[in-house]
């Protein structure tokens, strides 16, 4: 917990000295809708092997603009999914759902008037609810104990056209969804958003 902290510590220290090294310009802040896709799986440290799986995310997200650099927030609804295969040959499918709220500092490598090609990282809470583990009962044992909060990084590249905007990231948790098979999340997402101004 105590790494977890210091991880989200020192990234609100580069936001807030981002910000500060480009406060002479005038910021512009936008609001917008988001959708998209994700493929989610998760590593262990024991014998089963994560297999990525195919969900969706949907929600809102805002933009301040400072020159070049910027500062993002979401917060989505994600539908995960994910399955294992043991090496007796019994497979498991758990899906959930998560509120994730990811915060990024990015910078414009093109910046025009049209479009924007850019990249970015951050970090990102989750908070995980209505899991669902179809599997064998020594499956369901390990999982009982499913940790709803998790803590993790982000990074990433995007394209803005003019008020539409496309990220592709990667988000690797920092924390395990389960203790006892030590399950760390990792995704990939492809967003898909329009900034209302």
Known sequence: MKQQLLAFGSLLLCITCSIDTQAQQTPAFHIGVKGGTNFTKTSTESSLEGKYGFGYQAGIMTRMDIGSLYVQGEALFNKRKTSYEAKDGTSAKLTWNAIDIPVVVGYKLIKTDDVNLRVFAGGVYSYAFNNNLSAPQAF??????????????????????????????????????????????????????????
Not at 150 to 163: A, C, F, M, Q, S
Not at 169 to 185: A, D, M, N, V
């Open 140 to 197: 369901q044992e390990g999982f009982k104990k499913f940790d709803k909060s998790n803590i993790g990084l982000t990074g990433g590249v995007g394209v803005d056209y003019k008020n539409f905007t496309v990220d592709l990231r990667y988000e690797t948790g920092l924390s395990s969804i389960s203790k006892e098979f030590k399950s760390k999340p990792h995704s990939f997402s492809l967003g898909i958003g329009y900034f209302l101004f």
